[in-house]
């Protein structure tokens, strides 16, 4: 069937946006089918999504320690994925602008982990959590992508779109609102994935710090915990050939600095075609 081989093609591809999509797409349609089988069994609850979710409690916690990563591609409900996948849509395409695949793939992991850790440490912390913790559980790519929709807001906070019945509008001021909402939510409903929100939200912000003070870590993603190495300096004769490919390599960095100072300022959109395309080949190298 031409779907297969499309999802084929996809998973072959080095495309990590896509896959995370129709991953957490493939895990919805796997739980949907195994809660209808549960429920023709006659069991109340869906076993697969107890099996993949994170609980609260440490003690269930150890038992499933595989759940702190599977939780960030499970969804029980459409709506529930539908928000999710729409938000990852939107912020993602934005997020590959600047930075590259495997920084997205690096900033929605580790971001989703933050989220659990946010999750589990508030339920184990707080008094107000000792009755429910024993079977609370958190499930969901929110904190994940919460953590890209941050991070890129921090990065470019004056990239503005356009929303339906708004107009224009700065990302930077719809991350303010996603993270002012989960804070003001906490005593409400859904009280464990308002937590695990501001987690990603965490890693997304101190990501996105990073990457624009140019400390980043030897694998591509950004280590706001590493310690800086003590840096040992030597001179010598530089060949006249890498002395022309480091002048060169300076330019092109001041010229894109002053390129993403413009974006900062006014929105990608106020680049010209030829600024974009500067922008465009220094994110292939």
């Given amino acids: 069937m031409y779907i297969i081989e499309e999802i084929k093609q996809v998973f072959k591809s080095n495309n990590i946006f896509t896959k995370l999509i129709y991953i957490n797409l493939g895990v919805f349609l796997l739980v949907q089918i195994a809660g209808l089988i549960f429920f ?36 029980e409900g459409f709506m529930h994925i539908l928000f999710n996948l729409l938000w990852l849509f939107w912020f993602g395409r934005i997020f590959l602008e600047f930075l590259d695949y495997k920084k997205l793939l690096s900033l929605y992991i580790y971001g989703g982990i933050f989220g659990a850790i946010f999750f589990i440490i508030a339920y184990n912390l707080f008094p107000v959590f000792d009755p429910i913790k024993h079977y609370s559980v958190a499930l969901g790519a929110s904190a994940s992508v ?37 804070i003001l939510s906490i005593s409400g409903g859904n009280v464990g994935g308002h937590i695990a929100h501001l987690g990603g939200a965490l890693f ?22 590493k310690r800086k190495k003590k840096v040992r300096v030597t001179h010598k004769n530089i060949p006249k050939n890498d002395q022309t490919y480091n002048v060169n390599k300076a330019k092109n960095q001041v010229q894109i600095d002053k390129i993403l100072e413009k974006i900062s300022k006014s929105g990608y959109s106020s680049l010209t075609k030829e600024e974009k395309e500067i922008l465009f080949s220094a994110s292939k190298k």
């Fill in 204 to 225: 997304g912000y101190l990501f996105a710090l990073q990457l624009r003070t140019k400390k980043r870590s030897s694998n591509g993603f950004a280590n706001p915990f």
């Fill in 40 to 75: 023709l069994s006659g069991q109340e609850n869906n076993l697969l999504v107890d099996y993949l979710s994170v609980p609260a409690d440490i003690n269930a916690l150890a038992l499933q320690p595989w759940s702190i990563f599977t939780y960030m591609f499970l969804h």
């Fill in 146 to 182: 919460l953590a890209i929709v941050i991070a890129i807001s921090t990065y470019v906070p004056n990239y503005t779109i356009n929303l339906m019945f708004i107009g224009a509008v700065k990302i930077k001021y719809i991350a303010m609102f996603s993270i002012i909402l989960d």
